[in-house]
């Protein structure tokens, strides 16, 4: 149980990452940024876990299947991006210097969280423990990516953010080629 928490937990940080060490180069707010991170990126996947956990428990197979696809469907999109971001600042748009920019930054970056909650309901993990996983991470690879970024300059910062992307997409891609295999298998 514990590989298959870290194995969902993991891309979301790699995801995470990206924007973190871009937003470092920036220069923002390490502690403000991580806990609006954190936060989001906890709360956005508990709609998709429930879905998830409902669909998960009436059609076992079809509801894997189609958690399979999303995260097949995510890491294609996070490789696309990260090929394509090129010297592209993946936090451009993303602003904190406000409440009300810190939520609109925060709801920004969690679509993929929201999305990528259906396959980690219908994989039936403790829901808690998920949470509290993602929590931890998310604070801690963000308040790293921000202190790696702001030492590291806007050129090697685009890359490293780049390369965090494309790692993303790959997890994403070979979790959901996983659970479709599993789920074919059954």
Known sequence: MTLRLV???VPLGFDTLAIAIALGV???P????AFVFAAFETLMPIVGIVAGRLAGE????????LGGSVLLVLGVREAREGL????????????F??????????????????AAGFPLGAAGLPVATLL??????TLAVTAGGIAVGSRIGARLGRRASRGAMLAAG????ALGVTLVWEALRR
């Open 7 to 9: 194995s969902f937990v």
């Open 26 to 28: 920036r220069g923002v």
């Open 30 to 33: 390490l502690w403000r940024v």
């Open 58 to 65: 009436r059609f076992a197979v079809a509801a894997q299947l």
């Open 84 to 95: 394509a971001s090129g010297d592209e600042d993946e936090s451009a748009g993303l602003a």
């Open 97 to 114: 210097d406000s409440v009300r920019a810190s939520l609109l930054a925060g709801l920004a970056i969690s679509t993929d969280e929201l």
């Open 132 to 137: 509290a996983a993602i929590a931890v991470q």
């Open 170 to 173: 790959a997890v994403f891609f």
